[in-house]
């Protein structure tokens, strides 16, 4: 038997929320949290418990027996843990743009999880279980999830999880379930497609399904506070952008139904304003996503152009976007 690899010491959990510990294998499971404790055994290839919701706290002490293997988690929080999720400019680190560096610094309430990618080139992997946040290591930190993470944290004084999953040059498709898409009648012809789905390097995650089986599985059905999604730019075809909207919304209830949680909120980041794209599809795709807010409930549109850069399709300020997320979670 073994744990998910998300369970590890100075892990947090989210505050209100069913606390759900997972991992493969069969066998009588135990695990203990603060005051709550539950034994089962299981047959079969996963298991799962589930222990009751809990106020903001902590450290505590995670205690797991797997089948007479037992496992002691410290430094363990609750708090409020954020999914961060999308292409390139969620992927952006905080090295890469114009946040000064006298804003790094350390907070000990503030950790960091990342799923592994199919690309190289990463700083963070699942084998470095949750990251204390450290002035030193901020520079291989998501600029927005440092910067919303951080903003919250201070603000709230809890401890905040960061989990990051993303990939550069990533097309809505293959974050959604297979065979969602056809179930909605969406079906659009490779030529229809924007290039990045064909792409000699990109094609390798842009397959449907692709990036939910690869990577959003590694940590479903962990308890989430919400997710902040920033997408878009590789679905900037005519074809898609018209179906966008529905996209997303197929995406957000798939993902909802994986968390196990039917009102998760999203706030969704309106791409920003691009020079070089200042074209019908661009700007029908950004109309998608603020159409996508107003299609389904506790969904929020996060509108980036006005603070940011538009001659670099990447924005070296995300700090002004950064608040701006902050201030709607």
């Given at each position: 038997?073994?744990?998910?690899?998300?369970?590890?010491?100075?892990?947090?959990?989210?505050?209100?929320?069913?606390?759900?510990?997972?991992?493969?294998?069969?066998?009588?499971?135990?695990?203990?949290?603060?005051?709550?404790?539950?034994?089962?055994?299981?047959?079969?290839?996963?298991?799962?418990?589930?222990?009751?919701?809990?106020?903001?706290?902590?450290?505590?002490?995670?205690?797991?027996?797997?089948?007479?293997?037992?496992?002691?988690?410290?430094?363990?929080?609750?708090?409020?843990?954020?999914?961060?999720?999308?292409?390139?400019?969620?992927?952006?680190?905080?090295?890469?743009?114009?946040?000064?560096?006298?804003?790094?610094?350390?907070?000990?309430?503030?950790?960091?999880?990342?799923?592994?990618?199919?690309?190289?080139?990463?700083?963070?992997?699942?084998?470095?279980?949750?990251?204390?946040?450290?002035?030193?290591?901020?520079?291989?930190?998501?600029?927005?999830?440092?910067?919303?993470?951080?903003?919250?944290?201070?603000?709230?004084?809890?401890?905040?999880?960061?989990i990051t999953c993303y990939q550069g040059a990533s097309v809505i498709e293959s974050w959604i379930?297979?065979?969602?898409?056809?179930?909605?009648?969406?079906?659009?012809?490779?030529?229809?497609?924007?290039?990045?789905?064909?792409?000699?390097?990109?094609?390798?995650?842009?397959?449907?399904?692709?990036?939910?089986?690869?990577?959003?599985?590694?940590?479903i059905p962990f308890s989430l506070t919400g997710v902040i999604w920033y997408q878009g730019e590789?679905?900037?075809?005519?074809?898609?952008?018209?179906?966008?909207?529905?996209?997303?919304?197929i995406m957000i209830n798939s993902w909802r139904k994986a968390f196990k949680n039917d009102t998760?909120?999203?706030?969704?980041?309106?791409?920003?304003?691009?020079?070089?794209?200042?074209?019908?599809?661009?700007?029908?795709?950004?109309?998608?996503?603020?159409?996508?807010?107003?299609?389904?409930?506790?969904?929020?549109?996060?509108?980036?152009?006005?603070?940011?850069?538009?001659?670099?399709?990447?924005?070296?300020?995300?700090?002004?976007?950064?608040?701006?997320?902050?201030?709607?979670?």
């Open positions: 038997m073994e744990l998910n690899k998300i369970f590890t010491s100075g892990m947090i959990f989210a505050h209100s929320k069913p606390i759900r510990i997972f991992g493969k294998g069969s066998g009588t499971v135990t695990v203990e949290l603060a005051d709550n404790k539950k034994t089962h055994k299981f047959e079969g290839e996963c298991w799962e418990i589930e222990l009751p919701r809990m106020k903001c706290s902590g450290p505590h002490e995670l205690k797991i027996d797997l089948d007479g293997k037992k496992t002691v988690l410290t430094d363990v929080y609750i708090g409020e843990v954020y999914l961060f999720s999308g292409q390139s400019n969620m992927q952006f680190k905080i090295c890469e743009s114009n946040t000064p560096a006298d804003l790094y610094c350390d907070n000990p309430l503030l950790r960091t999880f990342a799923t592994s990618r199919m690309e190289e080139g990463e700083f963070f992997f699942p084998e470095d279980g949750w990251i204390e946040c450290k002035k030193e290591n901020v520079p291989k930190w998501s600029a927005i999830g440092y910067l919303v993470g951080n903003e919250i944290s201070k603000r709230k004084n809890i401890a905040v999880g960061v379930p297979k065979g969602e898409l056809e179930k909605a009648g969406i079906s659009l012809s490779a030529s229809e497609l924007h290039y990045d789905h064909a792409s000699e390097i990109y094609s390798k995650w842009n397959g449907e399904a692709t990036l939910y089986d690869f990577a959003l599985s590694q940590i590789s679905d900037t075809s005519i074809a898609e952008a018209k179906v966008y909207a529905k996209e997303l919304c998760l909120p999203f706030v969704n980041v309106q791409i920003a304003d691009y020079d070089e794209r200042d074209d019908e599809a661009w700007h029908l795709l950004q109309d998608e996503q603020m159409k996508a807010s107003q299609m389904i409930d506790g969904t929020f549109c996060v509108k980036c152009a006005d603070v940011c850069e538009k001659n670099n399709i990447h924005p070296p300020t995300k700090t002004f976007l950064s608040k701006r997320i902050a201030d709607l979670l």
